[in-house]
DNA sequence: AATGAATGAGGCTTCATTCAT
DNA sequence: CATGAATGAAGCCTCATTCAT
């Protein structure tokens, strides 16, 4: 079952250019880096790049499919796990963070693609992609669902408990990107959390409730 | 002080350029999108909308700064007044989901400029904006901090509040935007708003309250 | 016979179109010139341009055709007339510098209709214009042709004679519109036909008559 | 230091490239001529132009820049060897023409570019090349003052002795370039010179001495 | 597989010309 | 005659893709 010298070489040769692709895309933009920079960063010739890839579509989506494929299970694992509603969504809401520090570029990407590629790019550049979020939408919405029903979350529609999440993991990582050099600050990740869960949490002081009352009668 | 028919045409032309060019832009993007397409959308030659921009890029810019100009007086008045912070806030929260409902299209492009334009533009495209979208946050910043001060908001980094609001707005105008007919729905504004203040807010049930020690040391 | 208060106001718009487009394309040349421009020079709109002039190439002949027909009869009339082979020389000389300081800036479109223009303009561009000047090369022959029998011009073929006097005669008008702000110099336009003249004149040193000993015999 | 047969190729289609736009713009003018027709005419598509010159200014000067490589250094040699100051004339002139039947194409765009090109150009459109040239006529100045100063040249002004040469020049080579097909007739070529020569001479015949006197008082 | 020269469709922009007022 | 907005062909240039070596 093992690869020739051959074989490996290829494999190593797809990952390269994989990885100038994926950099020069997280720093210039799909449509503003040029096969031929993508090609000259790789340190190979134009043709090669389409011995491994049908165009120039085909390996965006395969850096993004690339990755996702880690990082989906990893998700789908989180969520689809024994563990309580409560500890999930806090499980997953730091593995976000953490994939994301493993590889910021790509997030850059998989950003782009998630909120800003309405623009950009034809409607379904990346087919597969957006429905791979919105699965992870689903279950987030899932796991809320059984978190309010078993009184951790407050009562209000799942679905907007996952866009404050998403909301703020997004815009954090979004912040994080737009700065030159971001250092992790693990402090502030809690303090986000925990502005979500104050927010989340079932439980409020007296003198506020009546706010709330009605406020999800789905 | 009135137009003549000849200037009243010229300025709807005008508008009618500037509206076709911004549906175009929002659909698709600004690079996928060809002046023959705004062109062709707009019913004019391509030559006509020369006659009106100069070039791509400004047609482009006039876009955002036309509708920045109508939309950036309303925030400052908000966040500059002498309401007291959490009003400021809260008018702003609700002054943007306002804004955003009277030209949902335009968000597709502030957003992909303020998020998602690391990508696919080069520095700098449209220079004034991001600054204009910058100081905006310096204004929320300095509001939160007063707030943080008066004990209205809790002792939490002034940026983190900022993080957290505008990702809650801006993913949830994402949100609506990826949806084929978005309807508003003033309910789940409100449940939005709730579910940030009730994180903001400094009262706390007593059993929580050990989290958050040490959380704002700066 | 006399002209109406609209005739004549419709002869002096014409006369304004054409100096305007006269000093734009001396100044900048043909086709860097737009129709546009012109068209501001002159304080009209483009339209009017072509109630007078059916296209650009029209108005740049027209502009061409205007100042020759000044110029040419004032060359006929010398070079036809009954004066002496060497008189009719040099009043064609010193009437073309004549005609240059009255008008430096038609010089240009000339020079670079006839030495310039077999560049930058499909052949024919104007077609009546390079056959006057054929002319005038024919009859400075035919008028050396006679010196030279009459042995007032030395036994060398006319076109050669023709050759020195427009080369002098050119790089000199070129020479000067080269020039910021060209003064006149007659002690220069002197020194020129004395330059010409000496080498024309039959008469020479003994020492060097047998150099040319043979050199016209056609 | 042999060239593979692939640099060997390369090298030959850049020729290729060069010489149909050399022939295009010396035929047409380098507005007329677009990139598609150079393109045809090289038998290359209009992508593979940009392969070797990023725009069509740098193409269109490449081929003067090449030119006059080859060309400069002659005329440099002769100018400042140490020959006596009319040989040196005398050499320049004739390698003036020599260099024009080596390539009468090129001369075509020369003349353009010192005579014509006033017009139909920014100033300053191909920076180098008027410099080149008025570098060549302050050199000419030189050699005339000495050979002023030595008796050989008469006592005029030499920046007239250098209008003199050059109108003769430009404008048998314009006449030239003007012709169909060309011929080279050298006794026409001598005539020439001759002609220039008995002007430039210091002995007069005695009976127009006069003439000249106070010519040059500078 | 690797190369990179060649391709040519397509994008941005200019400008001569028309035409309705 | 005067206007100037509108037109669209045509020019320059880029870049994804192909193909012969």
Redesign the interface.
């Known amino acids: 079952m093992k690869m020739s010298r051959k074989e490996r070489e290829t494999e190593r040769h797809y990952r390269e250019i994989l990885e100038a692709a994926e950099a020069a895309?997280?720093e210039?933009?799909?449509?503003?880096v040029s096969m031929e920079e993508v090609a000259s960063r790789a340190e190979f010739a134009v043709g090669t790049l389409y011995k491994f890839f049908r165009s120039k579509d085909e390996l965006f989506r395969e850096i993004l499919r690339k990755k996702l494929e880690m990082f989906i299970p990893r998700i789908d694992n989180i969520l689809s796990g024994k563990a309580k509603p409560l500890e999930k969504i806090s499980a997953y809401f730091f593995e976000c963070l953490e994939h994301f520090w493993e590889s910021p570029r790509f997030f850059?990407?998989f950003?782009?693609q998630t909120?800003?590629?309405?623009?950009?790019?034809?409607?379904g550049f990346a087919p597969g992609i957006l429905e791979l979020y919105h699965r992870i939408l689903k279950s987030l919405e899932e796991v809320f669902k059984k978190g309010i029903a078993s009184g951790v979350f407050q009562p209000?529609?799942p679905?907007?408990?996952v866009?404050?999440l998403?909301?703020?993991?997004?815009?954090?990582l979004?912040?994080l990107?737009?700065m030159e050099s971001p250092i992790r600050n693990k402090?502030?990740e809690?303090?986000?959390w925990?502005?979500?869960?104050?927010?989340?949490?079932a439980?409020?002081?007296q003198?506020?409730a009546r706010?709330?009352r009605g406020?999800?009668q789905k």
């Open positions: 895309f997280a210039k933009g799909y449509v503003t850059r990407l950003t782009h909120m800003g590629a309405i623009c950009d790019h034809r409607a209000v529609s679905t907007v408990h866009l404050i998403e909301g703020i993991l997004h815009y954090y979004v912040h990107t737009h402090d502030e809690q303090a986000l925990e502005f979500f869960t104050r927010g989340a949490f439980s409020l002081p003198r506020s706010l709330y406020a999800y």
